[in-house]
């Protein structure tokens, strides 16, 4: 049986230059989709899964992330004496237990393999999950678990993966694509941000991971890749020289909110899952899309 997944990271550095002004002053990752922000998403995903454990990795203007996973009394004492119990325990269910937390920050902006070496220390020698929260992936369940579940037959790394058109594969990194069924095949080699004709296939890495802790080393003597930033791809390409990987092509879509057109798109669909509003929602679409009023 491999070693459990316990810790999860979640880089959140990122400047979030594409939402300019929403981001000025605001984390990125605190946009929110309907009405819950997209890093308490990838956590939810997380716990899910059975993590325990949840790693930051911020930089400056991040604060908020680390006070969204706090308990705020104020609000707290707020709610129970108006009586909104369900709001107030909902509050209380999205919180990481007390201790299970962990922000350290990235100072410098040199890519997500740098964000991710950024957790070595809190993470120590295990194997750990890694989240982007701005693929907000929709599944049933949630990737990580179907993630984990190829981890506890084969204990290799694990990557999800999803097919994409080939407008935008150069986006994203790809995988080659070995013997093996959609719930864990072999990936034969990674290419970060590959032009159309260089790309091992129309399969991207949709930001969920599952790593041995020999990334970190790997990732230290990594020089920079695409876009002149340190990679973690290119450190999983040298990794798979001595440990296999395994790719899981999930039952889901991902939603890329670091565009704009995924954020819309991602609000839409979680809009329209969600019980409480989506009648009403359905009929404010359908006049937009009949152009009354608009
Ligand atoms: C990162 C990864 C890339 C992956 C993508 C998913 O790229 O480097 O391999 O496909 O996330 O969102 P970034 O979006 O940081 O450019």
Redesign the pocket.
């Known amino acids: 049986m491999p070693k459990k997944v316990r810790i999860a990271v979640f880089p959140v550095a990122?400047l979030g230059t594409r939402f300019l002004p929403a981001t000025k002053a605001m984390p990125k990752e605190m946009l929110p989709v309907v009405d819950r922000p997209l890093i308490q998403y990838a956590v939810d995903e997380a716990k899910e899964a059975g993590i325990e454990h949840f790693v930051f990795i911020t930089g400056r203007n991040k604060g908020v992330i680390e006070d969204h996973f706090d308990r705020q009394f104020e609000l707290e004492s707020t709610l129970k004496a108006r009586g909104k119990l369900e709001a107030l325990k909902s509050l209380q269910d999205d919180l990481p237990k007390p201790g299970q937390t962990s922000f350290t920050r990235q100072q410098e902006p040199l890519g997500?393999g740098h964000a991710v070496w950024c957790a070595r220390d809190i993470v120590g020698n295990e194997p750990f999950a890694l989240l982007?929260p701005?693929?907000l992936i929709k599944s049933d369940p949630g990737v990580l678990s179907q993630m984990i579940d190829a981890y506890q037959k084969t204990g290799n790394n694990v990557i999800a993966v999803e097919e994409t058109d080939p407008a935008g594969i150069s986006?994203?990194?790809v995988v080659g694509r070995g013997t093996g069924p959609d719930t864990g095949f072999e990936i034969t080699k990674m290419v970060?941000?590959p032009r159309p004709e260089d790309a091992p296939s129309n399969l991207?890495?949709?930001?969920r991971y599952i790593l041995q802790p020999e990334i970190f080393g790997l990732i230290e003597n990594q020089p920079k890749g695409a876009?002149g930033e340190i990679?973690?791809?290119d450190a999983m390409q040298k990794l798979m020289e001595q440990q296999k990987f395994t790719g899981v092509k999930y039952n889901g879509r991902a939603f890329?909110c670091?565009s704009k057109i995924g954020f819309l798109t991602a609000n839409i669909v979680f809009a329209l899952d969600r019980k409480d509003i989506s009648h009403a929602f359905m009929e404010e679409l359908q006049i937009v899309a009949s152009n009354e009023n608009t």
């Open positions: 990122g997500l982007l701005d693929m986006s994203y990194g970060e941000k991207i890495i949709s930001g876009g990679q973690i791809t890329d670091g």
